[in-house]
């Protein structure tokens, strides 16, 4: 027998049924699909996600600048309250030592002032003797530099000694009167000690010729005399 052209049986039954579904029933299947569209597009756990290249550049920049912005932040911060906390300790430690540093300048006791030697102060504390003695000796000739009152004697006398010249206040022939004579005497009145002392008298005398005392004397009138017992 041979096989008649055409659909089968079955073929024509489904065609029927889906003629005569319900239009809702055939509605509902791309809706089915959009759910199924949306639920693909909603993360879930392990599902990917695809990103270019580029968009991974700008992530990864951003977090690097975000973190340098963090750090520059943070290293003021520290910078700034290391400082403080610095200042706050050296002032500490300032406050701390003042008080002590005052009081050793307080209980410290200054040293001792010791007068400097003065030739005039009557022979103390050098060879000479008193300004008003006479260490002359018999055959010795001896400057003298001035003859005046007792009071213009030692002046002057004193004067000398505080310039190193060793001299004396003497009473003359005329108690009234004293002479000032230098040492040392010498047996020649002109050997090289002669000679050094005359110098010495003419180099003070011409400081003393600029004091009120001087009133213009140079003691360049001075003259050797023997001194005789």
């Known amino acids: 027998m041979s096989r008649k052209k055409g659909p089968a049986l079955y073929e024509l039954i489904t065609a029927n049924k889906l003629l005569l579904k319900p239009k809702s029933m055939q509605s509902s299947a791309p809706a089915h699909d959009e759910d199924v569209n949306l639920d693909h597009n909603v993360l879930t756990p392990g599902s990917s996600i695809r990103m ?30 290391a400082k403080e906390d610095y200042g706050k300790r050296l002032f500490q430690e300032i ?97 090289a000690v002669a000679a050094d002392v005359r110098s010495k008298i003419y180099a003070i005398g011409q400081q003393w010729a600029k004091t009120n005392a001087g009133r213009g004397s140079d003691l360049k009138d001075a003259y050797q005399s023997l001194y005789k017992m």
């Open 52 to 81: 270019s290249i580029g968009t991974i550049g700008v992530i990864v920049a951003v977090c690097i600048a975000l973190i340098v912005i963090s750090y520059t932040m943070g290293f003021r911060r520290g910078s700034d309250i």
């Open 95 to 191: 406050t701390e030592t003042q008080p002590n540093t005052v009081l050793e300048v307080v209980l410290t006791p200054s040293p001792a002032r010791i007068p400097p030697t003065n030739p005039s102060l009557e022979g103390i504390g050098s060879s000479w003797g008193p300004i008003t003695s006479d260490p002359r000796v018999s055959g010795n000739n001896y400057f003298e530099l001035i003859q005046t009152t007792k009071e213009g004697a030692v002046q002057l006398a004193t004067f000398c000694r505080e310039k190193g010249l060793e001299t004396y206040a003497i009473s003359g022939n005329n108690t009234r009167l004293y002479r000032v004579i230098a040492l040392p005497g010498s047996a020649n009145s002109n050997d």
